[in-house]
């Protein structure tokens, strides 16, 4: 047992010390507070969304936001840990949190009164924990059929390199080979290293801005300050 914390501390200094880590977990950081941020901001704000489905309210505050946040603080203390299979992992949650996110504020944004549809009907699952086989699939094409979000990933060419992410993070998820769970725990030189740390960064700041970017095209003002 000694022998295993030990191995673990050794692989933890050696993180740390890596030229590329501090500029990596500087980055990570820096998401991490934009996202509390962004929480703080819709929740003080009140800025929540609702939707009345059949005689059932459906309500979305910062639950989704919040996970978020406190996966992305995991990431941190993983990312030292060099813990990298795991890294990505997280980083599928941290995808799938925040356009889940996006699904049910565009929900919301399309509702009308008396109206009754399968997304609807997903929002209130959602709500009473019941809800199953949402496929991140499912949720892009339905954020898709909105004319500005489609405008906006076909003008800038955004699907290809969202696609490759995707692709990548699944491969740690489903464990598709021995090299997306052996980066756990084996033995990387500094080469390996630095290339692994920008791998993450580039992915967790591409998720995080594309989630950005659409959220903006959903509801323009979730992100503005009351002015008094």
Sequence with gaps: MDFLKDSLERRRQYIKSHPSFKE???KTEDITIFISNLSELIWWNGNFSFLIYKDRLFSMQTELLESTHSTLRSIWQIIELGHFSDVNVLLRKVRDDLFLFLYLLECVSRHKIDSETKQERNAIKWQENRLENLHLSVILTYLMENDQIN???SEYKLQETWDKIGGNLN???????KC???LNYVNLDSLIVHKILNEITF??????????VLLILIKPNIGMSTLN
């Design 24 to 26: 990596a977990k500087l």
């Design 151 to 153: 405008k906006v990933v």
């Design 171 to 177: 491969k740690y998820v489903h464990g598709n080979g």
């Design 180 to 182: 997306y769970i052996q």
């Design 203 to 212: 992915k967790l700041s591409y998720i995080v801005s594309i989630f950005v």
